[in-house]
């Protein structure tokens, strides 16, 4: 059973505008939250993380947004720019400092110019 | 940085050889990890350790081995490889308390023929 689901397998959004990626969750122990962005034929890099203690956290053009009561996280590119297009892993754990990354299976966001 | 490196980036095995894949990080982690990235699957764990000799199964270990016999290196073997282990294969390493989660290997694009 996933525990981290990103039920949308592709996005496809214009140059400029913002993409929205979407991730839920069922497990409520789960209290640290990363996103990872992946290039065809290379490893997933880190892109930005969420503790539970807040609800927002922004680096540059990337903001994810946390909502515990409905288990639901996103990342918010604005504007979003055609070296965006990768595949972006949503992933959880219980604590910042202990356990496993479970990771969800993944959305590949097209920026067409 | 961190850096974790896979002794290749491409590999072409036949059906029934034995597939050696090794990965080395040089950050001291106690953590290390092996996935298999397939379409629309997302990454799926194999196996990983947490210290030197000791190994876990994760989600997907049937088929495969790992070994860990120093803390810089953690190999993973295909005992006998088959056509539905064609994959990319992903090593990643970790801190024990990392805010940023895994850092990734470049990946092995393994071809069983």
């Known amino acids: 059973d996933q525990q981290v689901k990103q039920n949308s397998p592709s996005l496809s959004v214009q140059e400029g505008r913002i993409s929205i990626l979407n991730c839920d969750y069922t497990?409520?122990?789960?209290?640290?939250f990363l996103w990872y962005k992946k290039y065809p034929a290379e490893g997933p890099t880190f892109l930005i993380s969420?503790?539970?203690?807040?609800d927002k956290n922004e680096d540059g053009r990337f903001t994810v947004f946390l909502n515990k009561s409905a288990k639901h996280l996103s990342l918010h590119i604005v504007p979003s720019q055609p070296g965006d297009s990768a595949v972006y892993f949503c992933?959880?754990?219980?604590?910042?400092?202990?356990?496993?990354?479970?990771f969800g299976k993944g959305t590949k966001l097209s920026v067409k110019p | 940085d961190v850096k974790v490196t896979q002794s290749s980036r491409y590999l072409v095995k036949r059906t029934g050889e034995k597939v050696f894949l090794e990965c080395v990080q040089d950050?001291?982690?106690?953590?290390m990890f092996w996935y298999r990235q397939d379409p629309g699957l997302g990454l799926r764990l194999i196996y990983f350790?947490?210290?030197?000799?000791?190994?876990e199964k994760g989600d997907i270990p049937e088929g495969y081995s790992v070994s860990r016999e120093k803390k810089e290196r953690f190999s993973l073997i295909l005992e006998s490889a088959s056509t539905n282990q064609t994959s990319m294969y992903l090593c990643?390493?970790?801190?024990?308390?990392?805010?940023?989660?895994?850092?990734f290997g470049s990946g092995t694009r393994l071809t069983v023929v």
């Open positions: 497990n409520s122990m789960f209290d640290y």
């Open positions: 950050m001291d982690h106690e953590n």
């Open positions: 992933a959880a754990s219980e604590g910042r400092s202990q356990g496993n990354l479970i």
């Open positions: 990643a390493s970790s801190l024990w308390t990392g805010g940023k989660g895994y850092t």
């Open positions: 350790s947490y210290d030197v000799k000791m190994k």
């Open positions: 969420i503790s539970s203690i807040k």
